[in-house]
């Protein structure tokens, strides 16, 4: 029995992406022949995918596609932010946002059905995913896009691969691209305080009830007389109101001059935002805590039982 060093490991890991210890059972399975080790894993591979389909993935990419005036902002997740770098990854993340920005999908799951080849993988988008999940042994997610065709100016920014924005507009490009870099690091949810989604507000209300009810018990404690009823009720709208400003783009404080909002910024430049998309990676999912420890231990008891 041929002796399987870290490097030989570490070798065959570089030739297929495969994960580390994956490398050592077809090192061992295979005596020490790279060449039978490489195949002994690509016939693995395909197998992996559906082991690796029930894990989290809170990590991953928004990559953005443009081009004239249709666009697409994707986010694509995976396990750990180790893959989010994986330059594989990033190629398929990227070739799947040009297709959505050509070919118009209806969801998720009509761009799995979008013809894509890569790494030998395909003739799919989702075939393409299933491989990269077994040669790069990690699960990966489509979670989410959207597509902008409607006739109007398109500019993108990307925050690194964590936060990406899409703004539709007409005017100057600068003006848009400066609205858009302002939307990654302030996150509106809406264009104006009228389009803030009621579900939102309703739980801004709640909070400032819920901190006019607890003025009321300290005051209470205090021995100090309660505020009438219609000034805590003026001081929760007043809460919600600051909230509205605070959270729709055209009222926020520019970043770059606080003395203007976003919306005078815009007049100033000529440029009208119609509308916008921001994506942050893993937002809104639960993500796994691991103990790495445990982790690690529980993969040596898994090559020494195989």
Do not use: W
């Not at 005596?31 to 029930?54: P, Q, T, Y």
């Not at 081009?67 to 190629?91: I, M, Q, R």
């Amino acid at each position: 029995m041929a002796a399987i060093t870290a490097s030989m490991v570490a070798q065959l890991r570089a030739k297929t992406d495969a994960p580390m210890m994956e490398c050592k059972k077809a090192l061992t399975e295979a005596d020490g022949n790279m060449d039978k080790a490489e195949e002994l894993l690509r016939v693995k591979l395909g197998n992996k995918a559906g082991k690796a389909a029930s894990r989290i993935t809170a990590e991953g990419v928004v990559v953005a596609s443009l081009g004239g005036h249709t666009g697409a902002l994707l986010e694509v997740n995976c396990e750990t932010d180790f893959v989010s770098k994986n330059e594989l990854f990033l190629s398929f993340c990227n070739q799947v946002a040009n297709l959505i920005a050509q070919n118009n999908p209806a969801d998720v799951a009509a761009v799995g059905a979008l013809p894509l080849s890569l790494e030998g993988f395909g003739p799919t988008v989702e075939d393409v995913r299933k491989g990269l999940i077994g040669k790069i042994g990690e699960n990966m997610t489509l979670r989410r896009f959207k597509r902008y065709s409607g006739g109007g100016q398109l500019a993108a920014y990307l925050h690194g691969v964590r936060i990406g924005v899409m703004v539709e507009f007409e005017g100057d490009a600068t003006a848009a691209k400066d609205a858009a870099m302002h939307i990654a690091a302030m996150k509106p949810v809406s264009l104006t305080a009228a389009e803030v989604p009621a579900e939102l507000i309703e739980k801004e209300r709640a909070v400032a009830a819920g901190k006019a009810e607890e003025d009321r018990k300290l005051a209470e404690a205090a021995g100090k007389p309660a505020q009438p009823a219609e000034i805590v009720a003026k001081r929760i709208e007043g809460g919600v109101q600051k909230y509205l400003k605070e959270v729709s783009l055209f009222n926020q404080a520019f970043v770059k001059n606080d003395k203007l909002t976003v919306e005078q910024m815009l007049k100033a430049a000529g440029t009208t935002v119609k509308g916008f998309t921001l994506y942050v990676v893993g937002e809104g999912i639960e993500k796994k805590q691991d103990d790495f420890a445990a982790e690690v231990a529980a993969q040596v008891a898994a090559a020494q039982a195989g």
